[in-house]
C-alpha cells in the first residue's frame, strides 16, 4: 500500500521517487509525479527494443496525452495487440496506461472488440489508469456515439464504481483532456439511457462523474439539464440524487 503524500507540483517530486518511477517499479501516487516520469527512460526498462525509437520519438516538452498516444504506438507496432496481457501486469499505472493507447492503436477493430479490451483497465486499481482508459479511446466512442452508449449500458449493472463511471466518463458532452462530442453537446437526451440507471448510484465516484456529465451538456442545453433535475428529484428522492443534481447544477447556479 502506498503511503507517501506525494509532492504538489512536479519540480517537488523527489530525485529518488523519479528514479523508481522511471524504472517501473513504483507506481504514482499524483498528477504531479504522473507529469514527470521520463518515457524514454520508462520505456527502455520495458521493451530495451524502444529505447532508441522512444528517444527519437517521445518529447518531453510534449503534452502528457500526445507522448502517451507515441507510447501506445510504438509498443503496437513492436509487440502487437499480443503484447496487451503482458502491459496489464505491469507495476507502473503508465505502462498500464500505456496498454490502454497500445489498444487505442489497433487499427479496424469493431467499437465492442476495443470496449472488452479496455475493460480490465477501466475497473485498474489506479485512479490515473482508470482515466486512461476511457481518454485512449475516446475518439472511437464519439465516433459512434450511439453504438457506444447501447454498448455501455450493459455495464451500469456491474457491481464495480469503476466500470459503471468508465461508461458515464467516457461519453462526457465535453470532459477534460479531450475533444467534445458534438451531438451531446447539441442533443444531450441522446445519453439519458447511461444517465437514468445511475441517477441514485451508490458511489460518490460514479455521481461525481453523471453530475460532471449533465454540467457538461448544462453549457449548451441548460433548459435541458434544469428539466432533467427537477424530473430526478421528483422521481428519486434520495441523497445521491440530490448530491448529483447539486453538482450538475454547479455552473448554472454559481
Not at 1 to 20: E, H, N, Y
Request: contains cysteine; neutral net charge; aromatic residues 6%.
Amino acid at each position: 500500500m502506498v503511503t507517501r503524500k506525494g509532492a504538489s507540483r512536479p519540480l517537488g517530486v523527489p530525485t529518488d521517487i523519479q528514479q523508481r518511477l522511471n524504472s517501473g517499479v513504483i507506481q504514482t501516487v499524483n498528477l504531479s509525479e504522473c507529469l514527470v516520469v521520463d518515457f524514454a527512460v520508462l520505456m527502455a526498462q520495458v521493451v530495451p527494443e524502444l529505447a532508441g525509437k522512444a528517444v527519437a520519438q517521445i518529447c518531453p516538452n510534449d503534452g502528457i496525452t500526445k507522448r502517451m498516444a507515441i507510447a501506445g504506438q510504438l509498443l503496437f507496432d513492436q509487440l502487437g495487440a499480443d503484447g496487451i496481457p503482458t502491459l496489464l501486469e505491469h507495476p507502473s499505472d503508465t505502462v498500464r496506461g500505456w496498454a490502454a493507447y497500445l489498444i487505442a492503436a489497433i487499427p479496424d477493430l469493431p467499437l465492442a472488440e476495443r470496449l472488452s479490451l479496455v475493460r480490465p483497465l477501466a475497473d485498474d486499481s489506479h485512479f490515473g489508469v482508470r482515466e486512461w482508459a476511457w481518454l485512449a479511446i475516446r475518439s472511437y466512442i464519439a465516433a459512434d456515439i450511439k453504438e457506444a452508449i447501447a454498448l455501455l449500458i450493459s455495464w451500469l449493472s456491474e457491481a464495480s464504481p469503476n466500470v459503471r463511471r468508465f461508461a458515464v466518463e467516457s461519453t462526457r458532452p465535453r470532459g477534460v483532456w479531450c475533444s467534445h462530442i458534438k451531438d451531446l453537446k447539441t442533443k444531450p437526451e441522446i445519453g439519458l439511457p447511461l444517465l437514468e440507471p445511475v441517477r441514485s448510484d451508490s458511489s460518490a465516484y460514479v455521481q461525481d462523474s453523471v453530475a460532471n456529465w449533465l454540467n457538461d451538456a448544462a453549457k449548451s442545453q441548460a433548459a435541458w439539464v434544469y428539466g432533467i433535475c427537477q424530473r430526478w428529484q421528483r422521481e428519486s428522492q434520495t441523497p445521491a440524487t440530490q448530491r448529483i443534481c447539486t453538482r450538475a447544477l454547479r455552473s448554472l447556479n454559481s
